[in-house]
């Protein structure tokens, strides 16, 4: 009788941990989301993305400056006119005399751009709109990347996270059970030692992972434009991302995608068109530009009220532009030298953006995708083993964490799937899937 009073008491005390356990389990299943939470698809993100960046806002304003130049540049230059009219007369002693016999004269000047400079000024002003043009979709390349990878970053630490809130309760009840047994005698001291141990490690594991999702949020909330200080929840369709495939794709035509679609490439590209119309312009600049003149003077000539025209331009003697028609053609070799690396730099970007995806899916492939599936009872699977003495502590404390270790790689490893995605559809400039 004696040995079934010892029993009892502890099996009692840890069928109440159980208990407890799945009652908290059954609590967080049914909170519900808080009025202070965005929840958002992809797309939706993408929408509010485009219609709310700040710096896209800011990039497409620089469009508008270059749209602006193009006007400026069509332009003529102002003419000039001048007015001279007699101040003080010394023989009469008078100021400001307005009478047919004192001296007034009027003149006008206009510049003439001859060699099509003005339309080489227009070429080279469009080109600059364009090349803004490829900026503004290369700031979006770039900050999308950025979005999305923030967005799954968002969805999978969420989902680690369930993982703990699911383990760290019930090792708390199991915790408490234990220092409810210890004055008893029915635990050791170490065993105790041994849990707060694990918890504690769990409870840093996670702060990780929320410090890590605040900060992501807090990507979302700056690229998206968000002011309010709201809960940003990611909505992803697991059935698409299973999915994914990139055995479909191959190197070569992805090099050559890129290559062409690339908006960093395209505008090296532009850049190359601007010197080569630079230096069309500085040659031009050997051909003088004449003023055309136009005047009256009513007593400063050999007859009275003489009106005239006359032509003015420089005489190409000694500066015939040489130096910047060199520096012009130089320019054209260094832009060619810069988008020869480029395309390297591109070509190299794609090549190992494909081959870790490659190695991803791998992986991916030969993991074990029931990692992830029916995680509470495999866990109350162990608990009973463990409330039934089938499994000791120590064993049990290292399945718990080998368990958890498993379902956060593997997350980890599906969330590494989906940036391997993201990042070869940076690389090669536009959306493969």
């Known amino acids: 009788m004696e040995l079934k009073i010892f029993i009892m008491p502890s099996s009692i005390i840890m069928l109440c941990i159980v208990f407890e356990s799945l009652t908290c389990f059954s609590t967080l299943a049914g ?14 993100a993408d929408s509010l993305f485009l219609s709310r960046n700040l710096s896209l806002m800011a990039q497409n304003y620089k469009i508008d400056e270059n749209e602006a130049n193009i006007i400026q540049a069509r332009i003529w230059d102002l003419p000039t006119i001048t007015i001279n009219y007699n ?55 770039n900050l999308k990347f950025q979005l999305h990878s923030s967005f799954y970053n968002c969805y999978f630490l969420r989902e680690k996270l369930k993982i703990f ?35 504690f490690s769990l ?10 999702l605040h900060e992501n949020e807090g990507v979302l909330r700056v690229m998206l434009n968000e002011k309010r200080h709201v809960e940003i929840r990611s ?25 062409l679609n690339r908006s960093d490439m395209l505008a090296y590209q532009e850049q190359i068109k601007f010197s080569q119309t630079d230096l069309v312009y500085q040659k031009s600049q050997k051909i003088p530009n004449p003023t055309v003149i136009a005047g ?60 870790k995806a490659e190695e991803i899916q791998k992986l991916y492939d030969s993991a074990d995708s029931k990692y992830n599936d029916d995680f509470i009872k495999i866990i109350r699977g162990v608990t009973e083993s463990f409330l039934k003495h089938q499994v000791g502590l120590l064993e049990f404390i290292d399945l718990y964490e080998s368990y958890k270790d498993s379902q956060t790689q593997y997350l980890q490893l599906q969330n590494d799937r989906i940036h391997a995605m993201e990042n070869l559809n940076f690389s090669v400039g536009k959306s493969l899937n």
């Open 31 to 44: 909170q519900t989301d808080s009025e202070d939470t965005l929840k958002l698809s992809l797309q939706d």
């Open 87 to 141: 101040f003080y007369n010394p023989r009469d002693k008078k100021y400001f005399e307005f009478s047919q016999n004192t001296e007034a004269s009027m003149q006008m000047q206009q510049l003439i751009l001859l060699g099509r400079k003005r339309s080489k000024l227009v070429s080279m002003a469009q080109i600059n709109k364009q090349i803004a043009n490829y900026q503004y979709y290369d700031l979006l390349r």
């Open 165 to 199: 809130e699911t383990e760290l309760p019930m090792l708390h009840q199991v915790l408490a059970g234990y220092e409810t047994m210890y004055p008893r005698g029915f635990v050791s001291l170490k065993e105790i030692v041994r849990l707060k141990a694990l918890l």
């Open 203 to 212: 409870e840093n594991d996670k702060l990780d992972l929320l410090q890590q």
């Open 235 to 259: 909505l992803v369709n697991s059935v698409s991302l299973d999915g994914i495939r990139f055995d479909k794709y191959s190197l070569g035509a992805l090099i050559d995608t890129a290559l």
């Open 296 to 355: 009256w003077d009513r007593q400063g000539s050999f007859v009275p009220d003489y009106n005239y025209l006359g032509l003015s331009f420089d005489l190409p003697f000694w500066n015939r532009n040489k130096g910047n028609i060199k520096a012009a053609e130089a320019r054209i070799r260094e832009n060619q030298a810069m988008l020869d690396n480029y395309s390297l730099q591109v070509s190299s970007e794609v090549e190992q953006s494909f081959v």
